[in-house]
C-alpha cells in the first residue's frame, strides 16, 4: 500500500487541527460526555442542513478499553501464567494422544490453544460455581474448544488421568470424555450443548432472559448470576448466532455476556480474509444497542498507542485487512516492519528501537490477561444492557510452526518431538527431553502452590465450573382431580384437539400448586391456536410492563402485558421459543427450581424448522411438552404445502428421548399429559414429549373403560370400538391415529353397511413408542435365544384378532409401516405422503387416500388377498365408492 494512500490529508490540513483541538480541549476542561453532548448538537446540526452525514456504529480499530481505565490485575499474574501453560500443555497432549492411539479419532488442539486465556481468566476470576451466593454462572463454552476445559477439570482434580486418556473414547472404560459439551453423556458436568454451531449463542440469550422472567416472577431471587457465551468468529455466520441479537438489549439483559473469540479463522481459511470481522461485527451489536468491548491489542502496545498523537497507529490498524492480520502472525518481525509499519515512514520511526523479534512479539488482546481481566471486569459491572466482547486472539497460538495462525490449524491434531519440545519450551512445562516425547499429561502435586491456588479460587467463586446438578425434581405435581373432565367426553359439542389442548393447559395453569411452574411458549401464534384468553388471566411477559394502553384494553380478552406476566410471546421466532423452551425445561438442573414448558407452535415449522434445536434439547435433557399445532396433512385445510405437516412425526421419531404422541380423543390428550408429568418429575426420566393437534372440531367420546385404554393410550394403542358382528364375518382391523380415527370409524361403518365386514377400530396414540417397545423386545430375544420371548406391546394387542390389518394417518406411510412386521397379519399402510394441497379437508383425504373410503377399500382389497372374499368385490368397490384407479400418485405430484 502506498504511503500516500495511508497518509491523511486532513491532518495537515489547519481547519481540521483547530476543530480537533477544540474538541480536546472540551474534553480537557469539562470531560468526554460533555464532548459527547456536543458532538450529538453537531450531528443534529449537520443532519438539518445536509445529507451525506455518515452514518456509523463503529469505532476505530483499537482496544476500547484503554490502559488508565484497566483495574490492576487482581491475581497472582506469574501463578496463573504457570496454571494457564499446564492446561495449555494437558489440553494439547489429550488430542495428541487420542490421535496418536487410532488415527482419525479427532478433536481440536487449535480453538483452544487461541481462546486460553479467555478462559482461563474466566475461571481463577469470573465465572460463579454452583454455591455462589449469586447461584452459578450460566456458561456456554465453544464446542471445539472442550479439551481446556478438560484439562482444566484435571488440573482442578475433579477428573482423573483414566478419563483424560479416554477423551473422545465415550465407549471405553471410565465412560471417556465426550468429544464436546453434551450432558446427556456427561450429566454432572456440562450444562448444555453447543457445538453445533449457533446454538451456544441464541440459546445464552434466551437462557438470560429466561433468568430475568424467573426473577420477575419472584420465583428465583434476584442476583447478578451470569450468562456467558463464547463463541468463535466463523460460528457468527450463522443465523442463529445473530438472529437473536436485538432481544437482550431490549430487554435490558446486562446479565449476558458473549465473548466472541476472533482468531480471524475459522476451518477452511480466514473469516474475512478482505474485510475486518470485528469492525464488522461491532457495527452489527452497537447497532442494536450492546455494550462492545473491543480488546484487540495486547499491553505492548499501549506505549505506542499513547505516542500516536496523529491517529496514524490508531488508523493504519483500521486499514488492514484480516487475511493480512492473519498472515503477520506467520510471517515474522521482519514481514510486520515491512508491511504494517512501512505503509508510512512516521510509522516505522514509532518502532524503530524495537527488534523485529519485538515487534513479532507484541501480544493481542485476547492473550494478555491483564486485557482480559479489564474487560471482563467491565462486562461483568456494566449495567443496563448485554456485553459482547470481541476479542482477538491467534489460532493455534503456541503450536508454532506446527499449526500457529495457518489455514490448516484447525485441523492440526499431532505434534512431532521437535514441536512438542518447542511447546514444552515455550511453556514452560517441567518435562525431561525424554518425558515429552509421547505427549504425557502433566499436573502439579496436589500440595504444590498451583494446586492450591487454582483450587482456592474456585473455592472462592463457589465451586467448579461446568458442573450441572443432578437431582430429584421439585415440580409439584397437579391435583388429582385436574384431568378428571376430559374423560367424560364433549357430550355431543364438537372440539378440536386443539380446544382440549388448550383446555388442558389452562386448568395446569390454574392449578395452585403447579400452576405458577408453568410456562406457555408461543412464536405468535397463540391466537391460531385459541389461546388468547391466556393473555389476560395469565399475562404476557413484559419486562418492562405495559407502557401504552393496548387498543384491546376495552376487550375482555385484552393483550395485557406485565412485568410479572408468565406466558412468553417470542414474537415469530421458533428458533428463539426452543431456546426459551430449553432454558424453561432445564431449569430444574440449572437452577434447581423445575418449571414445565409448552412450546406450542405450527407444527410444520418445528420439528423441520428447528430439529437441530430439538436434538439440542434432548442432549440438554430438557423436560417440557412441545406441541406441534394445526397439525395434520389433511387435517389443515387451506394454507398449502409450506403448511401441511405429514413428517414432523418421523423426524420426531429420530430423537432418541422425545416422546411423541398423535392423540385423537381429548381423554388421549389428558392422560398422556398427565403420564407425561409424572414420567418426567416423579420418575424423574430424562424424555421431553411432542403432542400433534389438529383444528378439526368433532365430538369427543367418554373414555372407554378399562385399565388396558388407559394404559394403550400411553404406549401407543388401544381398542376403541369392536364391531358389533358374528365371528363368522370377514373381520379386519383398522388402525388409526389423530384425527383420521374418525375416518376409520367412519369406513367401519361403511364396511358394515355396503360390504358385510366387520372393523375394529384402535387408536394410535403413538406409531414410534409402539416402534421403539417392539425393538426393544426383538433386541431383548435376541440376545436371548431360547428364553421366553418377550412379546411387542403391539403383538399382544393384535394377537388372536381376526383378519388383516389396515393403519392409516395423517402422516407419511414410514410410520405405520414402522410397526408393521409386528403384526401377527397381513398389512395395509395409508399416508399422506407427498407436498400438501390448499383445498378442503374432505378433496386433501381423498386426495392424499386416507378417508374413509380409501380405508373401506384398503380393507376389502387385504381380505380379498387374504383369500377371505373374492376380489371382485374390491374391485367393484372402486366405481361403487367413486374412486379414479388411474389417478397420479399423490405422493409425487
Ligand atoms: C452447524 C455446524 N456447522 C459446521 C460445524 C463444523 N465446524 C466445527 S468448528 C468449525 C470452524 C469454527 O470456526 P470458528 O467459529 O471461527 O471457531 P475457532 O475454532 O476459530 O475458534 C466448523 C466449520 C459445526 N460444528 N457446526
Ligand atoms: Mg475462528
Not at 278 to 283: D, G, I, N
Not at 735 to 759: K, T
Request: hydrophobic share 40%.
Amino acid at each position: 500500500m502506498s504511503t500516500d494512500a495511508v497518509r491523511d490529508a486532513h491532518l495537515d490540513d489547519p481547519e481540521m487541527r483547530d476543530w480537533i483541538e477544540s474538541l480536546r480541549e472540551v474534553m480537557r476542561r469539562s470531560g468526554t460526555a460533555r464532548a459527547a453532548e456536543l458532538l450529538r448538537s453537531l450531528q443534529i446540526e449537520a443532519q438539518r442542513n445536509s445529507s451525506g452525514l455518515p452514518v456509523t456504529s463503529t469505532t476505530p480499530y483499537v482496544n476500547t478499553i484503554s490502559r488508565e481505565q484497566s483495574p490492576a490485575y487482581p491475581g497472582d499474574r506469574e501463578m496463573e501464567h504457570r496454571i494457564r501453560s499446564i492446561v495449555r500443555w494437558n489440553a494439547m497432549a489429550m488430542v495428541v494422544e487420542a490421535n496418536q492411539k487410532e488415527h482419525g479419532i479427532g478433536g481440536h488442539i487449535s480453538t483452544y490453544s487461541s481462546a486460553a486465556t479467555l478462559y482461563e481468566v474466566g475461571f481463577n476470576h469470573f465465572f460463579r460455581g454452583p454455591d455462589h451466593p449469586s447461584g452459578g454462572d450460566v456458561i456456554y463454552f465453544q464446542g471445539h474448544a472442550s479439551p481446556g476445559i478438560y484439562s482444566r477439570a484435571y488440573v482442578e482434580r475433579r477428573i482423573n488421568a483414566p478419563q483424560v486418556h479416554e477423551f473422545r473414547r465415550e465407549l471405553g472404560a471410565t465412560g471417556g470424555l465426550t468429544s464436546y459439551p453434551h450432558p446427556w453423556l456427561m450429566p454432572e458436568f456440562w450444562q448444555y450443548p453447543t457445538v453445533s454451531m449457533g446454538l451456544g449463542p441464541i440459546q445464552a440469550v434466551y437462557q438470560a432472559r429466561f433468568l430475568r422472567y424467573m426473577e420477575n416472577r419472584g420465583m428465583l431471587p434476584k442476583s447478578d448470576r451470569k450468562v456467558w457465551a463464547f463463541l468463535g468468529d466463523g460460528e457468527t455466520d450463522e443465523p442463529e448466532s445473530l438472529g437473536a441479537l436485538t432481544l437482550p438489549p431490549r430487554e435490558g439483559l446486562d446479565n449476558l455476556i458473549f465473548v466472541v473469540n476472533c482468531n480471524l479463522q475459522r476451518l477452511d481459511g480466514p473469516v474475512r480474509g478482505n474485510g475486518q470481522i470485528v469492525q464488522e461485527l461491532e457495527a452489527l451489536f452497537r447497532g442494536v444497542g450492546w455494550n462492545v468491548i473491543k480488546l484487540l491489542w495486547g499491553s505492548e502496545w499501549d506505549e505506542l498507542l499513547e505516542r500516536d498523537t496523529e491517529g496514524l497507529l490508531t488508523r493504519r490498524m483500521g486499514q488492514v485487512v484480516d487475511g493480512e492480520y492473519q498472515k503477520y502472525s506467520v510471517a515474522g518481525g521482519a514481514y510486520i516492519r515491512e508491511r504494517f509499519w512501512g505503509a508510512d515512514p512516521r510509522l516505522l520511526k514509532m518502532v524503530e528501537h524495537l527488534s523485529d523479534d519485538d515487534l513479532w512479539r507484541m501480544r493481542l488482546g485476547g492473550h494478555d490477561m491483564d486485557k482480559v481481566y479489564a474487560a471482563y471486569n467491565a462486562a461483568t459491572r456494566h449495567t443496563g444492557s448485554p456485553t459482547v466482547i470481541l476479542a482477538r486472539t491467534i489460532k493455534g497460538y503456541g503450536l508454532g510452526e506446527a499449526g500457529e495462525g495457518k489455514n490448516i490449524s484447525h485441523q492440526q491434531k499431532a505434534l512431532n518431538e521437535r514441536e512438542l519440545l518447542e511447546f514444552r519450551d515455550r511453556f514452560a512445562i517441567p518435562l525431561s527431553n525424554e518425558e515429552v516425547v509421547g505427549a504425557p499429561l502433566y499436573r502439579p502435586a496436589e500440595d504444590s502452590p498451583e494446586t492450591m491456588y487454582l483450587l482456592d479460587r474456585r473455592r472462592v467463586l463457589g465451586g467448579p465450573v461446568p458442573s450441572r446438578y443432578v437431582g430429584p425434581s421439585d415440580l409439584p405435581r397437579p391435583s388429582e382431580d385436574l384431568f378428571d373432565e376430559f374423560r367424560d367426553g364433549s357430550a355431543g359439542r364438537e372440539a378440536s384437539t386443539t380446544v382440549v389442548f388448550v383446555r388442558v393447559l389452562s386448568k395446569l395453569l390454574r392449578d395452585k400448586s403447579l400452576g405458577p411452574r408453568v410456562v406457555p411458549i408461543v412464536p405468535d401464534e397463540a391466537r391460531t391456536f385459541g389461546m388468547e384468553p391466556l393473555f389476560r388471566e395469565f399475562g404476557i411477559y413484559a419486562q418492562a410492563g405495559q407502557l401504552y394502553e393496548p387498543v384491546d384494553a376495552d376487550n375482555l380478552l385484552y393483550y395485557r402485558e406485565s412485568r410479572d406476566g408468565q406466558m412468553l410471546e417470542e414474537g415469530i421466532t421458533e428458533a428463539g421459543s426452543i431456546s426459551s423452551f430449553i432454558a424453561a425445561g432445564t431449569s430444574y438442573a440449572t437452577s434447581r427450581h423445575a418449571m414445565l414448558p409448552f412450546f406450542i407452535f405450527y407444527s410444520m415449522f418445528g420439528m423441520q424448522r428447528v430439529g437441530d434445536l430439538v436434538w439440542a434439547a434432548g442432549d440438554a435433557r430438557t423436560k417440557g411438552f412441545l406441541v406441534g399445532g394445526t397439525a395434520g396433512r389433511t387435517t389443515l385445510p387451506g394454507e398449502g404445502l409450506q403448511h401441511q405437516d405429514g413428517h414432523s412425526h418421523l423426524l420426531a421419531s429420530a430423537v432418541p428421548n422425545l416422546i411423541a404422541y398423535d392423540p385423537a380423543y381429548a381423554y388421549e390428550i389428558a392422560e398422556i399429559v398427565r403420564a407425561g408429568i409424572e414420567r418426567m418429575h416423579v420418575r424423574n426420566e430424562d424424555v421431553f414429549y411432542y403432542l400433534t393437534v389438529g383444528n378439526e372440531n368433532y365430538v369427543h367420546p367418554p373414555m372407554p373403560q378399562g385399565n388396558e385404554v388407559r394404559d394403550g393410550i400411553v404406549r401407543g394403542m388401544y381398542r376403541l370400538s369392536v364391531a358389533d358382528a358374528p365371528i363368522d364375518q370377514p373381520h379386519v382391523q383398522l388402525l388409526a391415529s389423530g384425527p383420521i380415527v374418525n375416518e376409520a370409524l367412519r369406513a367401519q361403518a361403511l364396511l358394515a353397511e355396503q360390504f358385510g365386514v366387520a372393523a375394529d377400530v384402535w387408536s394410535v396414540t403413538s406409531w414410534t413408542e409402539l416402534r421403539r417397545d417392539a425393538l426393544e423386545a426383538d433386541r431383548w430375544n435376541l440376545f436371548h435365544p431360547g428364553d421366553q420371548p418377550h412379546v411387542p406391546f403391539i403383538t399382544s394387542l393384535l394377537a388372536g384378532q381376526p383378519g388383516p390389518v389396515v393403519a392409516a394417518s395423517d402422516y407419511v406411510k414410514t410410520l405405520p409401516d414402522g410397526v408393521s412386521k409386528w403384526a401377527p397379519s397381513p398389512f395395509v399402510t395409508l399416508g399422506t405422503d407427498g407436498f400438501g394441497r390448499s383445498a378442503s379437508r374432505a378433496e386433501l383425504r381423498d386426495f392424499f387416500e386416507v378417508d374413509a373410503k380409501h380405508i373401506a377399500l384398503a380393507a376389502l382389497y387385504a381380505l380379498g388377498r387374504a383369500g377371505t372374499i373374492p376380489m371382485t368385490t374390491a374391485r367393484n368397490a372402486i366405481t361403487r365408492l367413486g374412486i379414479d384407479p388411474e389417478r397420479p400418485n399423490p405422493a409425487t405430484r
